[in-house]
C-alpha cells in the first residue's frame, strides 16, 4: 500500500480507505496547506494574523493549530466531480465526497507537490496541487484522459469549499472578466476601531480558471439540493444552475464539459486562495496565466511550479546518509530536512511563536541555514528583559501580540539559549555571535550576546527557592503542571536539572570564545545545582519531576499516576548529575516504565483525573483519553542523553526508529501516519488504552525534528562540529556493519565511510587515507572535497 | 402542507423537503433547543453562560445566536435509524441524515412538545420531545410501530451526536448502571484561575435509556466507518461494535432489536442532556425514571411532561380574539404570547442581555405576569448610574460581564425606560411601582423610580448639541452605526426624535401620578425637542436618519444609498413632531420607498459597501448580501406610529399582517417559515436583490414580538388601560364588520363584540348593556366577567 517511490521524493498511498487520515502539507513564506488523501484539507495564511480562505460550514472558532481534528462530511476540502454526460455515472476525485471505490488510486505526497490519479471506469484524473514562494495562492491543475477504448462524453466539476465566511456578511458570484467565482466577506467587528484593521483584509476567496467554464455555482445550497454531497443534485442537471450566492454560503464551482477520443487528455489550471479585492484577484489572472510567446519564457504558472520547488530544495540538511536501513535514509535525506526547514522559514505560521519553539526550531535551521538562524538569535534576545528574563513569546511582526499560552508566564525560557545556540555555534565555529551587541526589551542599552545570555544564565541562578531548586511558578517546558507553583514556592525538577545542564553547555562556550573566569563561574554553578539535584530530586530509581507548593514530590514511586516523567531523567543523563550508577538504574526504570511499541511515554501511568496541586498535565496533549503521549519532543531529549551518556546506541537507535514514521512500522504506519513528517506526539497510555495508543497527532509542528537531527549529528553518525574541527566519534548501532554519510561542514564535503573491521580496538579515523589520532578533522577547507574512512571495532 | 391542526395549538408540516428550515422551539428555566423539521437542533443551557451538550464536529466559535446558520450534514441533531433486520433496508427518522422519501411525514411544533410521524415500508415512527419545568434535560419518547401486515424484525438506532465537545480532553462510553452513554470532556483553559470554574461546569453529555440497549457505540468515526452519516457501517452489522471514544469525537447510538406483530407498538424513551458527574446522571435515572407502584402517582418522566406543559400554558396574554382572519386569530392567539413569554422568561438565554432588549422583554410580560415584569424593571433600574446613564446590558448573574456588543456604548437605553413602563403602568395601574425605593449602580443612595427616571430623562436633556440634537456617540438603537459620531460631535436624527416621545410618555405619567410640575417639565421639554426635530431633521418628504462628525446628514433624498430608514418616520409619528402634512408625507415615503412584500424595510436602498463616516449599519443585520432587512422590530415601531397617528388603521393591519408569517404568506412560507414565531428580520434589499428577499433569520430572540402585542391592546383593538380604566377605542380594518376578544384587565375579564352598524356614527360603548359615554370602562372589579359591545360605524 505504501512505498517510496523510485526518486525517493514521493510517498505513495494507494488506498484512501486504508489510511483514512494520511495527509501530506505544504507551505511558503504565507501560507500552509495540510491535504488529507481523501480530498480534505487545512489552510491558513498570514495577514499578519493566520487566517482562512476556505471555512467549515459553521462558525469556526479562532485557535492555534489543533491536533487530530476530525473531518467530517462537510470539511474544507478540493474535490472535482466527474460525470459520464452517457449514463450519469458520477464519481468524485479524491475518494470525497463521493467515495468510490475506484479501479486505480494514488496519493503521492512530494516535497513541493501533490498528486492524486485516479481511475474509474475508463476515466483516468490527476489533481495536483503546488503553491508559488511567496504568495498566498493554491496552483492546481486537473488532468481528465479518456483511457477506455471509446469516445467519453464527460463533464468534470471542480468543487472547492468556500463556507462559513462571515456572519456579517458573505456572498458569491461567477465574475466574468476575471474569469472567477469570486466569494466576498467582512471580518466581523463590533468596536470601530477594529474596522480600521478589518477593511485591509484579504476577506475574498476566488477560483480563478484558466478557461472559460462551461456553467457554475456559487451557492453551496443551491448545489448541493437534496442530493447532498454524495449527489449534488445540480449535477444531475446537463448544466449548473449559474447561480450566485447572497448571504447564503457561498461555494465555488466549476462546470466544464469535453469530448474525448481514447487516449486524449484535457488539462485544466485553477488558482484558489484570498484576495482583498477584484483588483488583486485581477492582477494574479495576469501574474499566472498570461502566455508568452517568446519560447524561452514560461508561463506564470509554470514558473511558480519551478520557483517553489527550487525554494524547497533550498531545504537541504547537511547530513546524507546510506545504511542498512533504506527507510531510514530517506526520511533522514528527505523528509526531516524539509520539515526542519518549514519550521525555520515559517516560524509555525504565528506572530508570536513561543521562545522555546522559536530557539529550537532555529537550532535546527543552524543545519540547513545558518544566517537566517543567527538572525533569529538576535531577534531573540533583543526582547530579553535587562533583567535576564526571556519573553514567553517572540514577537515577528509589528502588530503581533503574546496569544494563548503565550499568555501564561513560564519559567524555562532562558535555559534554551545556550543550548540551541550551541549548535550554530558548532555548526558553523561563527563565535563572532557573541559579540554581536544587542539591546533589551525595556532597556536601550546595547549589550553583547555573550553578556545577554550571562544574565540569562544569573537570572535562573537566582529564581530559586533556598534549597537551590527553580521555581516552577505557572508552568516550565513540555507539561504545562501551572498549578504546581502558583503560590510562588513550588519548584521544577526538571528544569533545575536543565539549567545544570545550561550552565555546562555555556561554561564550555565561555571557555571556547576565551572567557575562561565566567567559564569558571558557570562550571562551578552547573556542580553545585547537580549536587542540590541529587540531594533533593533522586528518588531511588530515577528522578522526580518536581516539589508542590505544599512541599510534595511528584513524579515519585509512590504516586499511582504521574509516577515516573520522561523529562528529568534524558537532561539528568545531559547535566552530569546522573553517576554510572543513576544512569543505569533511570534508564532502566525508564524502559520498564515508559517505553512502549509506539516510544518512549511522557509521564506514566497517564494521569485519569485531575490532581489539583500539579494542574493541567492531566489534560494537555491529548493523546490519550487522559495524559501521557508519547510526546516526540521529550522523547528526542532522552535519545540525545543516551547518545551523551554512551555505549547505549542500541537503546537509543530503537527509540529513534519508533519515533520516525516509515514503512516498516506498522504499528503506527496503521494508525494512519504517511511517512513525511514526524507529528508533535503518539497517544500514549499504552498499558492503560492499548486500543488507540500509538495514533499520531497528524500535527507537524514540533521542535522534535532539530533534536532528531541532532541526534544524528552529534549522537549516532558523530560528526559534531568543535571549536578546532569535525569530531569523528560514530555511535552506531550493533547490528550495523557499515554506513556511509555526505556530510557538508562550515562548505566542505566530506564523504564518510563507516566500517566495522575485525581486529579494530576502537574507532580509527583516516582523511583521505591518513590516519587522524585526535579523530578530529582540523583545517578543513571550505570548497574542498575530503574522503574519510571511520574504521569501527566489531561487536 | 402546512395547516394549523384542530386543536389551533399545533402548526403541521407535511414534507421535511418543502420547508427545508422549517423549525419549532422549546425551552425551560435552563436551557432552549430550536428543532428544526429535518432532524438538526440548535440547543443551548446555562451554566450560567449559554453551553453546548450536543456539539458541532469541529471547533466551534463561542458567540452570540447567530441568524440563518447553515445546516450541513453533520450539523448536530437527533435522529433514529430504522432498520429492518429482514431485507436490511434503511430509512431515518426524521428525514436526516437518510433523506428518503416517505410513504407519510407530519412534524408537528406545538407548544409545548415537537412531534414527528413518520412512515416508510410499513413501519411508522413516532419522535416526540418535551423538556422538564427546570432541568436542561431533553425528554424523548420513541415509538416504533408495525402498520403492515406482516410480522416484522427491526433494528432501531437512536444517535444524538455529541460531537467535538473539546480540545483538551474528549471521551465516550456506555456505562452499564446508568444505562447511558456518557461523553466526558473538559472545557479548555490556560491560565490557572480559570480552573476554578471550569471545574464546576457541567462537561458531561449523556444519553439515557429507559430500557437495557441490545447493543451501542460511543465513537462518532466507529459509528459511520466508509458508509458516513447515509448509511452508517456499523449499522451494516448485525449488532453495533459496543465500543468506546478515547480522545476520538463522541456519539451516542444505542441500538434495539424489535420482533412486532402487525399493529404492535413498542415505545423508548431517553433522557438527553449535560451534567457535572455520574452522580447526577444517577440521580437523574432515578427522578425520570423510577416507576411507582402507587396508582395515583405518575413517573416522573410523565409528570414532568406533564408540568412543562403547565409551565407554557402559564404563558397566555391578555386578549383572546375571534376575527374575519382565522390564522391570524391562531397566531395572536397562541403563538405570540408564548414567544413573549419565552422571552419575559429567559431574558434571550444570555446573563447580559442588552438594556433595552430587557426592558421591552418585560413590557412583553406585562401583559402575561406583571409581577415579574415589576421586578425586572426594578432590576435594571438598580443598575442605573446615579449620573442618570442606563448601562449597555442588565447584568443577571453575579458572575455575569457585558460581553460582545455591550462592551460598545449605545446612546439609547434611557430612552426605553418610560416607554416600556408606560405600558405595565397601562396594564396594572401599579403607581406604587413609581415610589419603589432603588439603589443606583455607583451610589448606595436609594431613590424613587420615579427620581431614576427623572435623571435619565435629564441625562438625555444634556447629552446633546449645541442645536439641541441628541448625540449618537458609538451607536444606538437597531442600525449600530457606530462612526457617525466617534469624534463626539455626530447625532442622532432618530434618538432626538425617540427623547421627545419619552418625554411625552413620562410628562404622562408624572400627571397621572400627581407630579405636575415634573410633568409640566417634561412636556416642556418634548415640546422644544420637536421644534428643534422639524428645524434641523425634516427632509422635504421625511425624517433624516442622523448628521455625522463631519456635520453630514444621512438618510437624506440626495443619498443614493441609505435614502430614508424607517425608524425617525416612525417615531416622528409618535413623539408629535409631525403635523398633519408631514405625517401624510412621510407615510407615503415610506410606502413608496420602503414597503415591500415582506414588509418595511428598515432603510432603503441598501448599502452595497461601506460609508466610513456612518459605520457598520451596512453590514449588520444581513438580511441581504448588504443593509436592508425588513427588520420587524423597527416595522413594528411604525406600526405602533400609525395607530398612534390615527386613520391609517389599513395601512396598520396591512403592515402587521406582512410581518406575521402563516399559511396564507406563501412568499415568506415558501422560504421556510413555520408559522410559529416571527422573527427578528426578513431579508430585505427587495429592490436591489428580489431572490432572497423575504427569507427568515429564523432567529426568535427579538423585541418585535412585545410591540406587536402593544399594537393589538393599544391600536388595533384599542383596549388599552389607564389611571381611570379600560379605554376601548378601536381600528379596526375596514373590511372587518367584527370581531370579539376576551380580554383579562386587572383581574376582570371582558367579553367584548365589535361590530360595524349601519347608521352609526363615531364608536359607541356598551358595558353589559349600558351605553358609556367617554369610551372608558371605570371601576371594573377583580374576578368580575363583563359584556360588552362596541357598535362601529360602516365604512
Known amino acids: 500500500m505504501i512505498g517510496a517511490s523510485e526518486d525517493n521524493e514521493y510517498y505513495i498511498l494507494t488506498s484512501p480507505t486504508v489510511l483514512p487520515k494520511a495527509s501530506g502539507f505544504l507551505w511558503n513564506e504565507k501560507m500552509m496547506i495540510q491535504l488529507n488523501c481523501r480530498g480534505y484539507a487545512t489552510s491558513q495564511f498570514m495577514q499578519p494574523e493566520p487566517a482562512k480562505y476556505s471555512h467549515a460550514p459553521n462558525l469556526e472558532a479562532k485557535s492555534f493549530m489543533q491536533p487530530e481534528q476530525p473531518y467530517y462530511a462537510h470539511h474544507p476540502g478540493r474535490f472535482v466531480y466527474v460525470k459520464d454526460e452517457t449514463n450519469g455515472r458520477l464519481f468524485s476525485a479524491p475518494y470525497e465526497p463521493v467515495r468510490s471505490l475506484y479501479d486505480r488510486y494514488t496519493f503521492e505526497v512530494g516535497k513541493h507537490r501533490i498528486v492524486w490519479n485516479i481511475e474509474q471506469d475508463g476515466v483516468a484524473v490527476e489533481m495536483s496541487l503546488s503553491l508559488p514562494k511567496e504568495d498566498a495562492i493554491e496552483l492546481w491543475r486537473i488532468k481528465v484522459k479518456n483511457v477506455s477504448m471509446s469516445k467519453r462524453n464527460i463533464s468534470i466539476y471542480p468543487y472547492f469549499t468556500v463556507g462559513y465566511m462571515s456572519w456579517m456578511n458573505q456572498s458569491g458570484e461567477y465574475n466574468e472578466a476575471l474569469q472567477a467565482i469570486v466569494c466576498s466577506s467582512i471580518t466581523p467587528y463590533q468596536k470601530y476601531k477594529e474596522y480600521d484593521k478589518i477593511k485591509l483584509l484579504k476577506d475574498k476567496t476566488y477560483l480563478l480558471a484558466d478557461r472559460k467554464p462551461y456553467a457554475w455555482e456559487a451557492s453551496q445550497e443551491a448545489f448541493e439540493g437534496e442530493g447532498g454531497l454524495v449527489r449534488p443534485s445540480s449535477i444531475e442537471s446537463e448544466t449548473l444552475g449559474n447561480g450566485d450566492a447572497r448571504y447564503e454560503m457561498p461555494a465555488a464551482v466549476l462546470q466544464y464539459r469535453m469530448e474525448l477520443e481514447p487516449g486524449e487528455e484535457s488539462e485544466y489550471r485553477f488558482l484558489f486562495g484570498p484576495a482583498k479585492d477584484e483588483d488583486e484577484i485581477a492582477q494574479i489572472r495576469r501574474k499566472y496565466f498570461m502566455e508568452s510567446n517568446a519560447v524561452d519564457v514560461e508561463n506564470g504558472f509554470e514558473k511558480a511550479e519551478w520557483e517553489y520547488a527550487e525554494y524547497v530544495s533550498e531545504g537541504q540538511g547537511c547530513l546524507e546518509i546510506r545504511t542498512p536501513d533504506a527507510d531510514f535514509d530517506n526520511f533522514i535525506n528527505h523528509w526531516l530536512p524539509r520539515q526542519m526547514y518549514y519550521h525555520g522559514k515559517t516560524n509555525r505560521l504565528t506572530t508570536d511563536p513561543q521562545t522555546r519553539n522559536y530557539l529550537q526550531d532555529h537550532m535546527g535551521m543552524s ?82 550576546v555573550a553578556e545577554h545570555i550571562d544574565r540569562a544564565m544569573h537570572y535562573l541562578m537566582r529564581d530559586r527557592d533556598e534549597r537551590g ?143 489539583e496541586d500539579v494542574g493541567r498535565v492531566t489534560q494537555k496533549h491529548p493523546g490519550t483519553a487522559e495524559n501521557g503521549a ?18 547505549q546506541q542500541d537503546n537509543a537507535y530503537r527509540l529513534l526508529r519508533k519515533m520516525l514514521p516509515g514503512p516498516n512500522h506498522e504499528d503506527i504506519v496503521r494508525r494512519g501516519q504517511l511517512p513525511v513528517f514526524i507529528p508533535n506526539y503518539y497517544r500514549g497510555a499504552y498499558r492503560q488504552f492499548p486500543r488507540t495508543a500509538g495514533r499520531s497527532s497528524h500535527l507537524f509542528n514540533t521542535g522534535t525534528t532539530a533534536w532528531v537531527y541532532r541526534c544524528l549529528i552529534d549522537g549516532l553518525f558523530g560528526l559534531q ?58 583545517r578543513l577547507q571550505s570548497g574542498s572535497e575530503y574522503e574519510v574512512l571511520v574504521k569501527l571495532p566489531q561487536q
Open 367 to 448: 543545519y540547513i541555514n545558518s544566517r537566517i538562524a543567527r538572525e533569529s538569535f538576535l531577534t531573540a534576545l533583543s526582547q530579553q528583559n535587562a533583567d535576564g528574563g526571556m519573553p514567553d513569546g517572540i514577537l515577528l511582526h509589528e502588530e503581533a501580540e503574546l496569544k494563548y499560552i503565550n499568555q501564561v508566564p513560564h519559567s524555562d525560557h532562558n535555559v534554551w539559549l545556550p543550548i540551541c545556540i550551541s549548535a550554530y555555534l558548532d555548526e558553523t565555529n561563527d563565535y563572532s555571535l557573541l559579540d554581536e551587541k544587542v539591546p533589551y526589551a525595556d532597556s536601550e542599552e546595547l549589550a553583547t
Open 721 to 778: 562540529g568543535s571549536p578546532s574541527g569535525l569530531q569523528i566519534k560514530p555511535q552506531l548501532p550493533t547490528e550495523w556493519q557499515e554506513a556511509s554519510v555526505k556530510r557538508e561542514f562550515r562548505g566542505a564535503r566530506l564523504n564518510i565511510e563507516m566500517k566495522r573491521y575485525a581486529g579494530v580496538q576502537m574507532t580509527e579515523v583516516y582523511l583521505n587515507g591518513e590516519l587522524v589520532e585526535s579523530g578530529v578533522l582540523e
Open 630 to 647: 508519547v510526546y516526540n519532543h521529550a522523547a528526542a531529549f532522552y535519545i540525545f542523553g543516551l547518545y551523551a551518556a554512551g555505549e
Open 469 to 611: 531548586l527553580n521555581y516552577i511558578h505557572q508552568g516550565d517546558w513540555c507539561d504545562p503542571m501551572n498549578m504546581v507553583g502558583v503560590r510562588g514556592k513550588g519548584v521544577s525538577g526538571w528544569l533545575t536539572i536543565a539549567t545544570a545542564y545550561a550552565f555546562n553547555i555555556w561554561a564550555d562556550i565561555c571557555e571556547a570564545g576565551g572567557r575562561m573566569e565566567a567559564g569558571q563561574t558557570f562550571r562551578l554553578a552547573a556542580e553545585e545545582t547537580n549536587a542540590v539535584v541529587n540531594r533533593y530530586l533522586w528518588d531511588g530509581e530515577w528522578y522526580v519531576r518536581g516539589i508542590t507548593d505544599d512541599n510534595v514530590a511528584f513524579g515519585v514511586k509512590e504516586d499511582k499516576e504521574g509516577r515516573i516523567f520522561i523529562n528529568p531523567q534524558g537532561w539528568a543523563l545531559l547535566s552530569g548529575a546522573a553517576d554510572d550508577e543513576r544512569k543505569e538504574k533511570l534508564i532502566r526504570s525508564v524502559e520498564e516504565q515508559l517505553e512502549t511499541p509506539y516510544g518512549v511515554e511522557k509521564l506514566a501511568p497517564s494521569y485519569t483525573a485531575m490532581r
